[in-house]
């Protein structure tokens, strides 16, 4: 089960990929200070941001994801203030730079935030209410200090950002102008060109203050010291009216340096005066300090790419192990196959006849429940007559719907402890190979296990070597193509033969191991879709069968130092999308969902009795549910329960997989009435689906989505 905050990240993650129109890749990060975008990657990164609201996350989201819209990549931003600090200092300094990156990000946001307010206006409120809860919490280190008294860049920064507060603000002429261009900057070329120009305005009217500070200063200590002067009344001198100066100077040995409200002197030891952006400053490093204090690590593992050759054992090859399985085997052992093999096979015969009827009812049952009747436009002329009282003439049409293609990729769990049950379900496979052969249906059977104590050798590595600093390695396994509707008719029978061996305990090239069920999963994906386009499905049914959680599955390598754990994260780059790791099998599940589109559908065979499979699934203490759902079992050999990933999922005895088939006597105690022949044949029935679960249940998912 996800938590809330695994689903609210992903809730965030899908808003941001919706915002950028693209699928972006999202990863978060808690050593990450602040969002921001790698332009060329196309990877957004998200810090972990504690005590945050919902409109303060979402501003943070649009505000990044407008920057992937419309800013270039950070070479260009890097080489542009570069180049700057080279034209108006012609000897630069890191200072330089860092100033001028501060105001090219104050006028870029004000383009980012006009265009993305324009794009989707409901994200306005987000903007407002955000902006204010940073106002509120003195983000941009204001406090008490009046606005207007700051320099040109800092005002345009709180002006655009700071809703309300903007109303108290006050420009002259030149700065007004300014203000009016920053917000009509459309490209990004205008941004650069209007932050040399806001950049040098400044500059400007630092050298302005401090010329006239200096002149103050030198004034003021050459006067000499009276009984006059040290009786008068102190005041404060006013220059500009906007800039003040303190008379007081203690070391007349030195001119008088004017002290901004910050601790940095703007002019003093014949250094050049920078203009800065304090206000921008001061934000980024409060957005910083918001970042989650937790050392828990974030990783977002590459997986391998499969090498599809060496895993998968096509049914040729299965079938030479068959060949020399019984090469040196006598006429009458094989004989003996055929036998038991076909003795089932005539036993099923009539039972498959029944099914297929019943499918083909169904089918009926379902195209005239959505038949149309559509008129031509073409007059009938037998209702001509009747044109004055009525204005149906027309010639009608009946349409009936296209049934939609199926068909079903099957992988049965070659496990050890599968070997109690393994008889009765290769005849539940060979009842729904029988149906699908009969009506029609594509379909694939594959037994997945892991290459050990088997004699057929592998021709290298499942899976390609990975490198980097954090990825997934998993271990080598093989799945084995046993029977696949591209078999003709003697191959098939063949590979009958194969399975009826493996029933016997003939298993010297398919021993019976461990369960890579997570590696299976993994690599489905292009099996599925190779089969759908193979043979022109509309809907593909992948079915999984096994006793048992997943094992030999692989490992996290990442070689970085976590003392605090880790969350392990999955972007999948063809569907884009983020998956929590916290559930390994479930997360793959999904990804093979929404990479194929398929029905997916589970069986698992629980060996520790009722109760243990339904405490595992629901909550004893619902005693209502309990009962109808023990009965359920009694009667059905299974009950679903809902998945967090398989569309449905079946838990099955797995010591009755093919039920008591004593049950399909067709019989009628005493007289032969009509309501007796009816409850016969309806118990006759019921028994002969409900003692093959696959076919059965197969059956069902079909007529349904053929319904949908």
């Known amino acids: 089960m996800q938590t809330e905050s695994e689903i609210q990240t992903q809730s965030d993650a899908f808003l941001a990929k919706l915002l950028a129109t693209e699928n972006i890749t999202i990863e978060y990060s808690p050593s990450?200070?602040?969002?921001?975008?790698?332009?060329?990657?196309?990877?957004?990164?998200m810090p972990v941001w504690e005590n945050i609201s919902k409109h303060l996350k979402h501003l943070f989201i649009v505000h990044e994801v407008g920057h992937a819209l419309h800013t270039p990549p950070g070479t260009v931003w890097v080489d542009t203030v570069n180049a700057l600090a080279k034209k108006i200092y012609k000897v630069t300094k890191d200072k330089?730079?860092?100033?001028?990156?501060?105001?090219?990000?104050?006028?870029?946001?004000?383009?980012?935030?006009?265009?993305?307010?324009?794009?989707?206006?409901?994200?306005?409120?987000?903007?407002?209410?955000?902006?204010?809860?940073?106002?509120?919490?003195?983000?941009?280190?204001?406090?008490?200090?009046?606005?207007?008294?700051?320099?040109?860049?800092?005002?345009?920064?709180?002006?655009?950002?700071?809703?309300?507060?903007?109303?108290?603000?006050?420009?002259?002429?030149?700065e007004k102008k300014l203000l009016d261009k920053a917000i009509k900057t459309e490209t990004w070329e205008q941004?650069?060109?209007?932050?040399?120009?806001?950049?040098?305005?400044?500059?400007?009217?630092?050298?302005?203050?401090?010329?006239?500070?200096?002149?103050?200063?030198?004034?003021?200590?050459?006067?000499?010291?009276?009984?006059?002067?040290?009786?008068?009344?102190?005041?404060?001198?006013?220059?500009?009216?906007?800039?003040?100066?303190?008379?007081?100077?203690?070391?007349?040995?030195?001119?008088?340096?004017?002290?901004?409200d910050d601790d940095e002197d703007i002019y003093g030891d014949d250094e050049e005066a920078v203009p800065t952006a304090e206000t921008n400053d001061t934000l980024e490093q409060m957005i910083a300090g918001m970042s989650s204090k937790s050392n828990t690590a974030f990783v977002y593992p590459t997986f391998p790419v499969p090498n599809m050759d060496v895993i998968?054992?096509?049914?040729?090859?299965?079938?030479?192990?068959?060949?020399?399985?019984?090469?040196?085997?006598?006429?009458?052992?094989?004989?003996?196959?055929?036998?038991?093999?076909?003795?089932?096979?005539?036993?099923?015969n009539d039972t498959i006849s029944f099914m297929v009827k019943e499918f083909e009812m169904r089918k009926q049952a379902d195209a005239y429940a959505k038949t149309a009747i559509a008129k031509t436009g073409t007059i009938n002329p037998a209702k001509l007559y009747n044109y004055k009282f009525a204005d149906d003439i027309f010639k009608r049409n009946t349409i009936l719907p296209d049934?939609?293609?199926h068909g079903f990729v099957f992988f049965l769990d070659w496990s050890s402890s599968m070997n109690k049950t393994i008889v009765d379900v290769i005849n539940q496979l060979f009842s729904l190979v029988f149906f699908c052969k009969r009506v029609q249906i594509p379909f694939e059977v594959y037994i997945f296990r892991d290459v050990r104590y088997n004699r057929n050798k592998r021709k290298g590595s499942c899976f390609q070597d990975q490198s980097g600093p954090c990825y997934y390695s998993f271990d080598n396994f093989v799945l084995r193509n046993v029977l696949s509707s591209r078999m003709n008719s003697v191959q098939l029978q063949k590979a009958y033969m194969?399975?009826?061996?493996?029933?016997?305990?003939?298993?010297?090239?398919?021993?019976?191991?461990?369960?890579?069920?997570?590696?299976?999963?993994?690599?489905?994906?292009?099996?599925?879709?190779?089969?759908?386009?193979?043979?022109?499905?509309?809907?593909?049914?992948?079915?999984?069968?096994?006793?048992?959680?997943?094992?030999?599955?692989?490992?996290?390598c990442d070689n970085r130092p976590m003392p605090g754990g880790y969350r392990a994260f999955y972007n999948d780059p063809v569907t884009k999308k983020c998956y929590s790791m916290f559930n390994r099998?479930?997360?793959?599940?999904?990804?093979?969902?929404?990479?194929?589109?398929?029905?997916?559908?589970?069986?698992?065979?629980?060996?520790?009795?009722?109760?243990?499979?339904?405490?595992?699934?629901?909550?004893?203490?619902?005693?209502?549910?309990?009962k109808s759902t023990n009965k359920f079992w009694d009667q059905n050999n299974f009950f679903p329960v809902v998945s967090k990933a398989y569309d449905t999922y079946f838990i099955m005895k797995p010591t009755k997989v093919s039920g008591d088939e004593g049950d399909e006597t067709f019989e009628i105690a005493g007289k032969a009435t009509n309501?007796?022949?009816?409850?016969?044949?309806?118990?006759?029935?019921?028994?002969?689906?409900?003692?093959?679960?696959?076919l059965s249940q197969f059956i069902k998912m079909i007529s349904e989505k053929n319904r949908g």
């Not at 990450?32 to 990164?45: P, W």
């Not at 265009?115 to 983000?139: N, S, T």
């Not at 655009?160 to 108290?168: D, E, R, S, V, W």
């Not at 090239?509 to 193979?534: G, H, W």
Request: proline share 2%; charged share 30%; net charge negative.
């Open 32 to 45: 990450a200070t602040t969002a921001s975008f790698d332009m060329e990657r196309r990877v957004l990164y």
């Open 96 to 174: 330089h730079a860092g100033a001028i990156r501060s105001f090219l990000n104050v006028l870029e946001d004000v383009r980012n935030d006009k265009l993305q307010k324009e794009k989707f206006p409901g994200c306005r409120k987000d903007y407002a209410i955000g902006y204010k809860e940073l106002l509120d919490r003195d983000f941009f280190g204001i406090g008490d200090k009046d606005v207007n008294t700051m320099n040109l860049i800092n005002k345009i920064n709180i002006y655009y950002k700071g809703g309300m507060l903007n109303l108290k603000m006050k420009f002259d002429p030149a």
């Open 191 to 260: 941004v650069v060109a209007l932050t040399e120009e806001v950049f040098l305005f400044c500059k400007a009217r630092n050298e302005v203050v401090n010329e006239t500070i200096t002149k103050i200063s030198i004034e003021t200590s050459s006067v000499t010291r009276t009984e006059d002067t040290e009786n008068a009344e102190d005041e404060d001198v006013c220059v500009d009216e906007d800039v003040c100066v303190d008379e007081e100077n203690t070391d007349d040995n030195k001119p008088y340096v004017y002290t901004g």
């Open 312 to 348: 998968i054992d096509d049914f040729p090859a299965v079938l030479r192990d068959y060949e020399e399985l019984t090469k040196y085997s006598s006429k009458e052992y094989k004989d003996s196959l055929w036998t038991e093999f076909n003795t089932f096979r005539m036993k099923e």
């Open 403 to 405: 049934g939609k293609n």
């Open 498 to 556: 194969y399975l009826t061996c493996l029933q016997r305990g003939m298993r010297k090239f398919d021993c019976m191991s461990t369960t890579p069920l997570d590696q299976t999963i993994y690599v489905a994906d292009k099996i599925v879709n190779e089969f759908k386009k193979r043979n022109n499905l509309e809907i593909v049914n992948t079915i999984f069968l096994t006793d048992g959680e997943s094992n030999c599955g692989g490992d996290l």
């Open 585 to 626: 099998t479930a997360m793959l599940l999904n990804r093979l969902k929404d990479r194929t589109g398929c029905n997916l559908v589970g069986y698992y065979l629980y060996t520790r009795g009722f109760y243990k499979a339904y405490q595992k699934f629901f909550n004893m203490n619902d005693a209502a549910h309990l």
């Open 675 to 694: 309501r007796k022949l009816l409850n016969s044949f309806m118990k006759f029935a019921k028994s002969k689906s409900t003692n093959r679960v696959f």
